[in-house]
């Protein structure tokens, strides 16, 4: 398996510009997620889905949408880039069990908004 | 404010000694504690959770200690290698949507 994946590594973006970030999981879990981190900082979560055409917002989710069309791909899409949305981001899924909530990362995007 | 800190932003030991790393939490409502190692470059990988019912759960080389009462989450690290090296976060959540993560310890092994 090649658990998360995300693409693109790295991307910078001129203000006002749009972009999606990919991410896909072969692991079959039903709970996906989209978080931020800053320099720094810990983890913030912008959106999580629980299953293919539901979507729900996280702590910051403003300038950002997404959408879960099928079990193994969730992208993000920025619109309209701002420098406040310089950060990594981060997928991440898992299988929501009874016993664990434990969450699988992706290797993260590196995004610079100028 | 966070729900979730770190008393120590870094922590420096000697190579073979005991880590430990300490986290705070302010939600009575979460159920679940885990803890994620963060290399330079990489995304956040699993290293032991821990329910609410629980007050200790040992791994490999770790431990994770849970104290309800003072809302305390700590992480042992035995015979500290060089590989160790990277920033812990403790992270939890009231359920599955999404994880509450701190800000993150960052561990140096001295030779």
């Known amino acids: 398996n090649a658990g998360v994946t995300q693409t693109p590594k790295f991307r910078i973006l001129k203000i006002g510009q749009s972009m999606t970030l990919q991410c896909a999981q072969d692991m079959n879990h039903n709970y996906m997620y989209w978080y931020r981190q800053d320099p720094g900082m810990g983890l913030k979560l912008i959106y999580y889905?629980?299953?293919?055409?539901?979507?729900d917002k996280g702590e910051v989710p403003n300038g950002y949408n997404v959408s879960r069309s099928t079990t193994e791909d969730f992208p993000l899409r920025l619109e309209l880039a701002a420098p406040s949305q310089t950060s990594v981001y981060f997928c991440?899924?898992?299988?929501?069990?009874?016993?664990?909530?434990?969450?699988?990362f992706g290797p993260g995007t590196r995004l610079t908004v100028t | 404010g966070e729900s979730v800190g770190l008393h120590l932003p870094t922590l420096s030991v000697q190579e073979g000694d005991n880590s430990i790393i300490n986290c705070a939490y302010s939600?009575?409502?979460?159920?679940?504690f885990i803890w994620y190692k963060q290399e330079s470059g990489k995304g956040p990988q699993f290293i032991i959770d821990i329910r609410s019912n629980m007050d200790k759960r040992q791994g490999q080389r770790v431990t994770v200690l849970l104290n309800k009462t003072v809302k305390h989450l700590s992480l042992q690290i035995a015979a500290t290698q060089p590989g160790d090296s990277a920033v812990y976060f403790c992270a939890e959540a009231p359920g599955a949507d999404g994880l509450t993560f701190g800000k993150g310890t960052h561990l140096i092994i001295q030779p």
């Open positions: 889905s629980v299953g293919a055409g539901i979507t």
């Open positions: 991440a899924s898992s299988y929501s069990g009874r016993d664990s909530y434990e969450q699988y």
């Open positions: 939600n009575s409502a979460s159920d679940y």
